[in-house]
């Protein structure tokens, strides 16, 4: 992990002029090149992952030393309300937010960064990073250098991601144990009474539209796709589906991205969708027909995507957030929070939206109160006027702070 020491940050900085930057229209050619130089726990997030189904509204902030060398490139969208001129960095929910950057720029390089006049153009008044591991190197060094030039860092707690360690070759330990090996072998059999059962992983040049239409039914028939609105599905929402499509052109994400899935019949009926960076595997997501439920097809394609990816020489596996006890009754072991940023730059905007950005529960009225009384103390002008001003844009903002969250 990063060790930032706030003492010798000011001693640190980079001298003035030493890096510049400029904003390019679009996601830059940098991004990959960083990415191509990042460990593989980073190695995904190339140019094709930011689009998001939306490459047009993107654009680059691209940070250089003096020498020419790239130690940053930032795909940004717009956040929230137009009018706010606020930006996040892009990119997909799943497994988190982060850009790849040169691994020997420090705390010093991000503070000359945030400090030049093109990318403070860039950012605006507020920035999103997020969610993104709280030990992530970007999270660790934009954190630090902003606290250190006088921006407000809010952070809303999403989670604890939990990890799974897997054996490697002749271990004596199998995993997942015999027991639960020979349960799904039941839950097999019991399946195949009702019909031919296939199954089949999908990643390189395999990816089909067919592909992401059996996706997209079994989501439709699946929990998310009866019982949500479907802003969180992966297929069903356009959006994630434009987003996945278009990942899958880069033969180096084709490969990385694997979806594993079931048929009875010709019926498809579960998935896995996964990301293998090298020795570890983020799990993106999974889902299964409601009606095949008794026969817990997602144990099935999980067990056979694991089976496939040991094969391959992964032995770590990030199931990301959440967990109902299946993931620990796998022998998982918790890993880092996940934190969701908003970089503020003025105190008295950070002061309202506090409440409202970093509440998990509870009345939305109270937390715009709060943060309005918050927002009058630091502001240091208690007047008539400048109440009657932090009413107004409070109000404003707390509403804002809801629709940057998605």
């Known amino acids: ?187 097999i059999a019991r399946l195949e009474e009702l019909g031919p059962l296939t199954l089949r992983i999908v990643r390189g040049d395999a990816w089909s539209r067919r592909v992401f239409h059996d996706l997209a039914r079994i989501e439709e028939n699946s929990w998310v796709g009866k019982r949500t609105d479907r802003s969180g599905a992966k297929f069903l929402n356009p959006h994630m589906l434009a987003h996945w499509q278009r990942a899958v052109v880069d033969p180096e994400l084709a490969e990385m991205l694997a979806a594993t899935l079931l048929y009875v019949g010709d019926k498809p009926v579960a998935f896995s969708l996964d990301l293998t960076c090298g020795s570890l595997q983020y799990g993106i997501a999974s889902s299964y027909d409601d009606a095949f439920a008794a026969f817990s097809p997602g144990q099935i394609v999980t067990l056979h995507g694991i089976d496939d990816s040991l094969a391959r020489g992964v032995r770590q596996i990030d199931w990301g957030a959440g967990d109902s006890g299946y993931k620990q009754e796998l022998g998982a072991r918790p890993g880092s929070r996940i934190h969701d940023l ?47 001003r932090l009413l107004m844009s409070g109000l404003t903002l707390s509403a804002a702070a809801a629709l940057m969250v998605e």
Request: hydrophobic letters at 45%; proline letters at 7%; one cysteine or more.
């Open 1 to 187: 992990m990063l060790e930032i020491n706030h003492k010798t940050m000011l001693a640190n900085a980079a001298p003035l002029g030493a890096i510049d930057c400029a904003v390019v229209p679009g996601v830059a050619s940098a991004v990959d090149r960083l990415a191509a130089q990042a460990p593989a726990s980073h190695a995904f997030l190339r140019a094709a992952w930011f689009c998001r189904g939306e490459p047009e509204a993107i654009s680059t902030l691209v940070a250089r030393r003096g020498d020419g060398s790239e130690i940053l490139a930032l795909p940004m969208r717009q956040l929230g309300p137009a009018g706010l001129k606020a930006r996040a960095l892009a990119g997909s929910y799943w497994p988190f937010r982060s850009a790849a950057i040169d691994q020997t720029a420090g705390v010093g390089d991000m503070r000359a960064v945030l400090d030049h006049p093109a990318a403070r153009a860039a950012i605006g008044p507020m920035l999103r990073l997020g969610p993104i591991y709280q030990d992530d190197r970007l999270a660790l060094l934009v954190v630090a250098a902003a606290e250190a030039t006088g921006w407000h860092v809010l952070t809303r707690d999403m989670g604890q991601s939990f990890i799974q360690d897997l054996p490697g070759p002749g271990a004596t330990d199998p995993w997942p144990s015999k027991s639960r090996r020979k349960k799904i072998r039941r839950m």
């Open 342 to 388: 908003l970089l503020v730059r003025s105190a008295t905007i950070a002061a309202a939206l506090r409440p409202r950005w970093e509440e998990s529960a509870g009345s939305g009225t109270l937390a715009i109160a709060t943060g309005l009384a918050d927002a009058i103390k630091a502001s240091g002008l208690p007047s008539s006027a400048t109440i009657k």
